[in-house]
């Protein structure tokens, strides 16, 4: 009897391992509210101070207490999106040559794990390395490239190292590895069955890739892009130690220019006052614009996912 | 038949054979020109890296504090030390509590609407830029104690490294046979027992190498602790002082106009590339092995 009577107090033993994994999960939901509420509640001073002038104001002087940060909003979406377009060609190509049998399996192998390596790498270590060997390229070429092209407004010289288009192409090499593993994982989900049945009918290699694979992959790829757009939005030190962080707004790829992010980079260190709340508002934004970009690719992969469902 | 034709059928009655070889093989080779095309930067990083950062490799780089800038001579033991010290401070905190989430979002209660929000809420974590833990820690610790501190910059890192740990351990313990827990239940274990000496065992790997992921990403991470550790000259002393770490120490050596102060960037650099390579490294095999 007491050997039966254990037993049923032994299951209605409080499980403090679960309260633990309860509370841990609670936890993870708080912070992620303790994080949105504090930047909210150090932003308020400023939001309270400058409204929406803030996004349209183009001036950022912390001296007289003036603050608007739009050129650096335009600058964050300029040089995500070149990067983007950059990186996006580069990246499915790569993802291609990973998943298609164009050279024998070693070689392949051995070109993951570059891109892995290119992954792993710190943005810091990639800041450095643009300093060195990307600013010259750009300052030497911008230059010329100016010189060429008297009236485009986006070409107009003097080109500067630090500049737009610095940032974007590093930039684009740190985003390429995200495009290239997700969309890999795009095309290797085509059903074997489909390539199969392209192939009987005849299609050749690049007619199956371009006619079957990629439309069936579309979905991923484009949500791989979109969430490499997300990821250059919010990247930090390689764009702060390149773009040549300029207050002022221009058109020019070739002049210095400034994001959101690097900003925060810059001036939070030295910052008092009513410029920490301004920088907190500046941190809301960025905030905002990256959840909004994840959140707008994964409505996009899901509503394509029901069109390419539907089609088949 | 209501299938369409498909279109390379359609578009390819009027061309060649040799056209449409011509063009298979043109595109074949457009796609490993521009995949060779973005391994010549990696390359040219790790010349680098080895060129400039491994001349001046020497025991003393581990084991002395950097000289003032415009100085020569000196190390960076104490960014390493440092380094090492916030990672683990980010550990301390993210690893039980992405563990323990991650086992309560598989095990306990896989459907349950905490379950699903916390998986949202790892999504929505894993979107948001570094900077913003570094913002978080700065506005939550730094703010409210008035001075820069290793654990401002710890819990920036462990911010960061949370999601990581919790979509990891979560596929670790998803990858586990549901016919041991079933066989554990049916022997009569709670479901402490069956998670604790069936389950865990099992998925630890996995989790070991989601987490020492997480690490080498966080190791490497510079933007969280910029403004909230900042950096210090000396060797770190207490988690509640501004403490040194080689990214940092590689940003601020890199802007400053004494090349002897940009060699050491650059060694810092490949010591940073080492560790986080390594690190990742042993995830890999250390803990492939068992799975």
């Known amino acids: 009897m007491s050997f039966l009577s254990r037993q049923s107090n032994y299951w209605k033993r409080i499980d403090y391992f ?69 990186a996006l060609p580069l990246g499915v190509s790569v993802s291609l040559f990973l998943s298609e049998n164009f050279l024998p399996a070693t070689p392949r192998h051995f070109f993951r794990m570059m891109i892995e390596m290119l992954a792993a790498t710190p943005s810091v270590v990639y800041g450095l390395w643009g300093i060195f060997t990307v600013v010259p390229l750009v ?10 092209s008297h009236s485009l407004p986006f070409l107009k010289g003097p080109a500067y190292g630090n500049s737009l288009l610095t940032a974007s192409l590093v930039l684009s090499l740190m985003i390429l590895p995200t495009i290239a593993s997700l969309s890999r994982s795009a095309l290797e989900a085509v059903p074997q069955s489909l390539r199969e049945g392209a192939y009987a009918l005849g299609a050749t290699r690049w007619e199956t890739i371009l006619h079957v694979r990629i439309p069936y992959a579309a979905p991923g790829i484009i949500a791989a892009a979109i969430l490499a757009l997300g990821r250059a939005m919010g990247e930090t030190m390689a764009v702060a130690m390149l773009i040549g962080n300029s207050q002022c707004f221009t058109l020019s790829l070739f002049s210095p220019s400034n994001t959101l992010s690097a900003l925060l980079a810059n001036q939070f260190a030295e910052a008092d006052g009513l410029q920490i709340s301004a920088l907190m508002y500046v941190a809301l934004i960025l905030v905002i614009l990256t959840l909004g970009t994840n959140f707008l690719g994964e409505i996009i992969r899901r509503h394509m996912q029901k069109i390419t469902a539907e089609g088949h | 038949m209501s299938h369409p034709i498909p279109h390379f059928f359609q578009h390819n009655h009027n061309k060649t054979a040799f056209g449409r070889l011509l063009r298979n093989h043109l595109l074949t080779v457009l796609c490993v020109f521009l995949s060779c095309i973005t391994i010549v930067p990696l390359f040219s990083l790790l010349y680098l890296l080895f060129k400039k950062g491994g001349s001046f490799l020497s025991l003393s780089i581990f084991t002395e504090l950097p000289a003032s800038p415009g100085l020569e001579g000196g190390g960076f033991g104490n960014a390493i030390l440092g380094t090492l010290m916030m990672v683990g401070i980010a550990t301390f905190f993210s690893g039980p509590i992405g563990i323990l989430g991650a086992i309560f979002i598989a095990e306990y209660a896989p459907l349950s609407r905490l379950a699903r929000t916390v998986r949202f809420v790892a999504k929505l974590l894993t979107g948001i830029p570094s900077i913003i833990c570094g913002a978080f820690a700065f506005a939550m610790i730094v703010l409210t104690t008035g001075h820069f501190s290793a654990l401002a910059g710890g ?82 002393r207490s988690i509640l002082e501004p403490m040194a770490s080689l990214s940092v120490l590689i940003y601020n050596f890199s802007a400053l106009p004494y090349p002897y102060q940009v060699q050491m960037a650059w060694t810092a650099s490949l010591v940073l590339v080492g560790m986080v390579t390594g690190i990742n490294l042993i995830a890999q095999w250390a803990f492939c092995k068992k799975i």
């Open chain 1, 18 to 86: 679960h309260l633990f994994c309860w509370g841990a999960s609670i936890a993870t939901v708080l912070l992620f509210a303790l994080i949105i509420c504090e930047i909210i509640s150090k932003a308020a001073p400023a939001i309270q101070e400058f409204g929406w002038h803030f996004l349209t104001g183009s001036e950022w002087r912390p001296n007289r207490d003036i603050y608007g940060v739009f050129p650096m909003i335009i600058g964050t979406a300029a040089s995500s999106f070149i990067a983007l377009f950059l």
């Open chain 1, 139 to 148: 300052h030497h070429y911008g230059n010329m490239i100016a010189r060429h």
């Open chain 2, 155 to 236: 819990v920036a890192l462990a911010v960061l490294m949370l999601p990581t740990i919790l979509i990891t351990s979560e596929l670790a313990l998803l990858g586990v046979s549901s016919s041991y827990r079933d066989a554990s239940y049916g022997l009569g274990a709670t479901p402490f027992q069956t998670i604790w000496c069936i389950v865990l065992p099992e998925a630890l790997p996995a989790m070991m190498r989601g987490m020492m992921l997480a690490v080498a990403r966080a190791a490497g991470e510079t933007a969280p602790i910029l403004f909230t550790a900042l950096f210090s000259q000396g060797w770190p």
